[in-house]
């Protein structure tokens, strides 16, 4: 019998997964009173903006992926806000800078996270934005209790917070004691202001969701943080520089609805959002590995770890290398995913020795790429600068956050993945009138003017954010996905491997399961870093299999039992309609609930 921490929850009315178990709770209320997945995914992201600021934002991102049972169709919604008129290479070289700083005002990409949430809501729901956001509005005006990681990060970031950021001490300093009620009275109160102006647009349900969507995106919060953004703060780069966001930007920005990325694994259909994201990324490692057989080799053994390690460096350069915003440069999808390609890349694999090089198959890396961190820290430091411990909190006191993640399915075989981020109140001050700071994706972008990622207007950053659709052989779909930055699609892999190449048929143990990653190539986050041949392991695996991963040249670092992200997942099985959720106990407060 596999080890679970949880159950897998089971029901025939619906599921959700989500990370705090509020959110949960209040999508789950959605189904109940008959509401269908696309309703409750927008109800638990509102819910996760106001209780997880330390991962995710009102203006924020949020890629989702969503499957119509009635068309049997599967859809990916951007959520990805693309740059400022203002963004351009030479206006950061002439600040002197050679990458976008991670913090401050700068990097704010146009705010993707409303808008996706009204494409999803509009398109494939039931009900109106004001249902919807009323859980979010209640938590925002009522609040909700402190838990210890935000706590802990607040404590962390609190110097900084105090000393430059006096708007954002408003809201939450003091840091309030665990159980001590969270309130965000601008929040709320920019929730209401949109479902009066849904109410009063006189119009039918879409028209509604429209005019809520407008009035922040070309009304008065536009102006605010256009205003707000004026005065130069200091960032990562030691310097203060003003924002470049406008309100004309927000006001001419519209998101899409797209067809996803999809590639087969071993009778598994797997979808992805496009290369503005780093999905594809996830495929490539499944055409790649779909030459080797990991279940002989064994789960978690070194071989089969082995093996995956060098397969994922192997995609990785080459979402280095090709993937960029595919409304402005070419991707060559086809050819990375095709059969001849997968083949020749996968010779490339020494089953007994670790590669330490970046070895992008098309494309080409950015100008001096790429930037090696020490050894010395980076064993014992995160790529802030900060001790390995309690990761999530200090990476974001820095003024990196994390993600967040929901899944919901529905009685009618309705599924939705989505990885909302971004706009985190670590990474840059908050906007007064609104009760939450712009993002930082910007940091996201190369200033390589020839590489598929290099910062231009109008152009989305090739983002981490990553949410998952699969359908299983045996005709179940599953949404599924982490926060982890870029390590969502190592984690949210494993998951999928440990179902469907090691044996797993629950899925709560598929998340508990002991994983590794890698970091040999540069992080996705300012300063941009990599570390290669290094292997992040969580000391659950057997440490004969991590000293095998040594010999054979890996950098094994051993950072803890129960470390590596967030997968949550909600599955469907259309023979007796049959609805599951997990959602993995690393962060504590995440939870899946199942309605009968």
Not at 354 to 373: F, M
């Amino acid at each position: 019998m596999q080890f679970t921490t949880r159950p897998t929850v089971r029901g025939y009315g619906g599921a959700v997964s989500a990370g705090h178990y509020l959110a949960a709770q209040a999508g789950a209320q959605l189904l109940a009173e008959g509401g269908n997945a696309a309703d409750a995914a927008c109800t638990m992201g509102f819910a996760l903006q106001v209780l997880e600021p330390h991962m995710n934002g009102f203006a924020g991102e949020a890629p989702i992926l969503y499957h119509d049972a009635a068309s049997e169709r599967t859809h990916a919604i951007s959520g990805q806000g693309a740059a400022p008129a203002a963004a351009t290479i030479e206006h950061f070289r002439s600040l002197g800078l050679d990458r976008i700083p991670g913090d401050g005002l700068t990097a704010a990409a146009i705010p993707g996270a409303l808008d996706a949430w009204r494409l999803l809501l509009e398109r494939f729901g039931t009900r109106t934005l004001a249902e919807v956001v009323a859980p979010a509005r209640a938590l925002a005006e009522g609040g909700f209790p402190m838990y210890p990681s935000l706590r802990r990060l607040l404590e962390i970031a609190g110097d900084r917070i105090a000393a430059e950021w006096p708007t954002t001490a408003d809201v939450w300093l003091p840091v309030k004691a665990v159980g001590e009620r969270v309130r965000n009275p601008a929040l709320a109160s920019l929730l209401a202001s949109m479902a009066e102006a849904e109410r009063a647009s006189g119009g039918g349900r879409e028209a509604g969701i429209r005019a809520a969507r407008d009035a922040f995106y070309r009304g008065e919060p536009a102006e605010w943080i256009e205003a707000f953004l004026q005065a130069p703060v200091r960032d990562a780069s030691g310097e203060a520089h003003a924002g470049l966001l406008t309100a004309a930007d927000l006001a001419g920005y519209e998101g899409a609805v797209e067809t996803p990325v999809a590639a087969g694994y071993r009778g598994v259909t797997v979808w992805k959002c496009p290369p503005w994201s780093q999905g594809p990324v996830m495929l490539q490692q499944l055409r790649l590995l779909e030459g080797f057989d990991l279940a002989a080799m064994g789960h978690n053994s070194a071989e089969a770890l082995h093996t995956w390690i060098e397969c994922a460096k192997l995609a990785f350069a080459d979402r280095e290398a090709s993937y960029g915003d595919p409304a402005h440069v070419d991707v060559p999808l086809d050819e990375l995913l095709s059969d001849g390609y997968s083949e020749r890349r996968r010779a490339l694999v020494d089953a007994d020795r670790a590669s330490l090089e970046l070895r992008p198959g098309l494309g080409r890396l950015p100008e001096g790429w790429p930037l090696l961190a020490e050894d010395e820290d980076a064993q014992a430091l995160s790529p802030a600068g900060l001790p390995r411990a309690e990761p999530e909190a200090l990476l974001g006191a820095s003024g990196r956050g994390d993600t967040t993640h929901c899944d919901a399915v529905d009685r009618w075989g309705n599924l939705a993945s989505c990885t909302p981020s971004g706009g985190w109140l670590q990474s840059s001050p908050t906007v007064p009138q609104l009760g939450f700071p712009v993002g930082t994706r910007g940091q996201m972008f190369v200033l390589d003017p020839a590489h598929p990622n290099a910062l231009a207007p109008g152009k989305r950053p090739r983002t981490t954010l990553t949410p998952s659709l699969a359908q299983l052989p045996d005709g179940r779909r599953i949404a599924f996905g982490t926060p982890g930055g870029d390590q969502q699609d190592q984690w949210s892999l494993h998951f999928l491997l440990n179902l469907v190449d090691f044996g797993f048929e629950d899925l709560q143990a598929a998340i508990d399961a002991p994983t590794v990653h890698s970091e040999h190539w540069p992080e996705s986050f300012y300063p941009r870093l990599a570390n290669p041949g290094l292997v992040d392991a969580e000391t659950r695996i057997e440490e004969g299999v991590l000293a095998e991963l040594e010999r054979r040249g890996h950098r094994v670092r051993r950072s803890g039992a129960w470390r590596h992200g967030r997968v949550m997942a909600a599955s469907y099985r259309p023979d007796d309609g049959l609805c599951e959720a997990a959602a993995s106990p690393r962060s504590v407060v995440a939870y899946a609930i199942a309605l009968p």
